[in-house]
């Protein structure tokens, strides 16, 4: 258990409707991090907050939106969804707003999104 | 653009044999650089990690070497085990200039089998 929560495990939803993914980050760190793992992809870096600010934008749609809010945990925004979204979707967390020099990125286990 | 690439997407090997996983990197901002281990419909798990003032890292069983003139990375591990099959990710980051965000390479399936 790496001590980051995501909510929902799984998640069936149809094309054109919108669906929000929370995140929990384990207890003191301060940075979250999005990522999407597609069949074909690999993972992919969305975005990252830290304490509650965005500090980083990877390969993010502009139907996706995310947030972090002052407890810290976060929401990742899925609207306008195509069957191409579905996806596997990870959060990460950290303490410091900088991975590397041992400050490890811990993963949830991700939220199952299947579009139909 | 797929900065850093995994270019085996399996690998399979004998138990108690050396894993030997590669990954290439195309950007030399990276500066450090982790690998994870995934288990099926569970998240990455980080393994190890290397600085590029580094070549080489090891922790038990895994050793992670690194060669910042070919932009190269591998990972050994011996002697392979059968719980270690699984999803074996590298990734890099660039602490200065892309903050935290890592970029993963695609991923190599590794079958270590009995």
């Known amino acids: 258990d790496s001590g980051v929560t995501q909510t929902p495990k799984h998640l069936i939803t149809a094309t054109g409707q919108r669906v929000t993914l929370r995140c929990s980050p384990r207890s003191g760190d301060l940075s979250v991090y999005w990522y999407q793992q597609s069949l074909d992809q690999g993972l992919q870096f969305l975005i990252q907050?830290?304490?509650?600010?965005?500090?980083a934008k990877g390969n993010i749609l502009e139907r996706f939106s995310a947030q972090q809010f002052p407890d810290l945990h976060s929401e990742l925004n899925l609207s306008s969804l195509e069957l191409g979204d579905s996806a596997l979707y990870f959060c990460a967390s950290s303490v410091a707003i900088q991975s590397g020099r041992g400050n490890t990125i811990y993963f949830g286990e991700g939220s199952w999104l299947t579009v139909v | 653009d797929q900065q850093v690439k995994q270019n085996s997407p399996s690998l399979s090997v004998q138990e108690g044999r050396i894993s030997i996983l590669n990954c290439d990197y195309t950007n030399s901002m990276f500066d450090y650089f982790l690998w994870y281990k995934k288990y099926p419909a569970e998240g990455p798990t980080f393994l190890i990690s290397i600085s590029s003032i580094k070549d080489k890292n090891e922790d038990g069983r895994f050793t992670v070497f690194l060669n910042k003139s070919a932009k190269h990375l591998s990972l050994h591990i011996v002697p392979s085990q059968p719980g270690d099959s699984a999803v074996y990710f590298c990734?890099?980051?660039?602490?200065?200039?892309?903050?935290?965000?890592?970029?993963f390479g695609q991923g190599t399936e590794l079958s270590v089998k009995p």
């Open positions: 990734a890099a980051s660039a602490i200065y200039n892309q903050g935290g965000k890592l970029i």
């Open positions: 907050y830290y304490n509650g600010e965005e500090r």
